[in-house]
């Protein structure tokens, strides 16, 4: 069972940055993907940003030029740099990750909240 724990939530005002961590419990030099997610209330949950087993990496429109995924596989951990925030990003953000067994998992969230 892999584990995964987000930290670096909180709450910043419009136009602020946040960097974002998730920590795995084993190595991810493999894992085929690791991602973000985001839901906000009354909404489903969205992918933000995706980064490939080789490095390849790829964002929703709505972030693209703002966010920047990246990882540290010595360190198993993967990290969502978000810069220029808007309100309309505030959202429980959430880290998944895929081995290359295809198996799939999820960590518990952590709260950003854009607001003056």
């Known amino acids: 069972q892999v584990q995964l724990v987000e930290s670096g939530g909180g709450l910043v005002q419009p136009g602020g940055s946040l960097r974002l961590a998730c920590q795995v419990s084993?190595?991810?030099?493999?894992?085929?993907?690791m991602a973000w997610y985001r839901q906000a209330p009354g909404q489903q949950r969205e992918e933000v940003a995706r980064?490939?087993?080789?490095?390849?990496?790829k964002y929703t429109d709505s972030v693209k030029g703002r966010f920047t995924i990246s990882k540290d596989p010595a360190k198993n951990t993967v990290f969502l740099q978000m810069n220029s925030l808007k309100p309309e990003d505030t959202a429980v953000y959430y880290c998944?990750?895929?081995?290359?067994?295809?198996?799939?998992?999820w960590g518990q969230g952590t709260q950003v909240t854009v607001s003056s």
């Open positions: 084993e190595n991810i030099f493999g894992f085929n993907s």
């Open positions: 980064i490939f087993r080789y490095g390849s990496s």
């Open positions: 998944y990750s895929e081995r290359p067994d295809g198996d799939k998992y």
